[in-house]
């Protein structure tokens, strides 16, 4: 299994980025993937999972202003990134797992069995 993250870049405070994870050996059809953050000194952060009939996730710093979503048919998942703040600036990546997570479960890094490089997104002030 592999999870390539791509669409990182500069981008000014209130701007958008779209990012997507390419998954290769890894059907989205089932199963649950997600994006975690993580910026220069801080521990890391999860974003937001979309998992299968279950409802898409998101951390409270995000919501409302991010939106993840994905395409089955080319096995890739997006994170559409909106309203952009400098706190924003971390290097985002995606993690997988065949498990469809619960709610109290997609935040933590070890529920995931898969984790892709990570690519990085800077919100200049």
């Known amino acids: 299994v592999q999870l390539q993250a791509s669409g990182g870049g500069l981008v000014q405070t209130g701007g958008s980025l779209r990012l997507s994870c390419a998954a290769s050996?890894?059907?989205?059809?089932?199963?649950?993937i997600a994006w975690f953050r993580q910026a220069p000194g801080k521990e890391r952060e999860a974003v937001s999972c979309?998992?299968?009939?279950?409802?898409?996730v998101y951390a409270d710093a995000v919501k409302g202003r991010f939106t993840m979503s994905r395409d089955n048919a080319k096995s890739t998942v997006y994170l559409q990134m909106n309203s952009l703040k400098p706190e924003d600036t971390a290097v985002y990546y995606c993690a997988a797992t065949r498990r469809n997570l619960i709610q109290s479960s997609w935040p933590f890094i070890t529920n995931y069995d898969y984790r892709g490089q990570g690519t990085l997104v800077t919100v200049s002030s």
């Open positions: 050996g890894f059907t989205l059809d089932y199963g649950s």
């Open positions: 979309i998992r299968t009939s279950r409802p898409t």
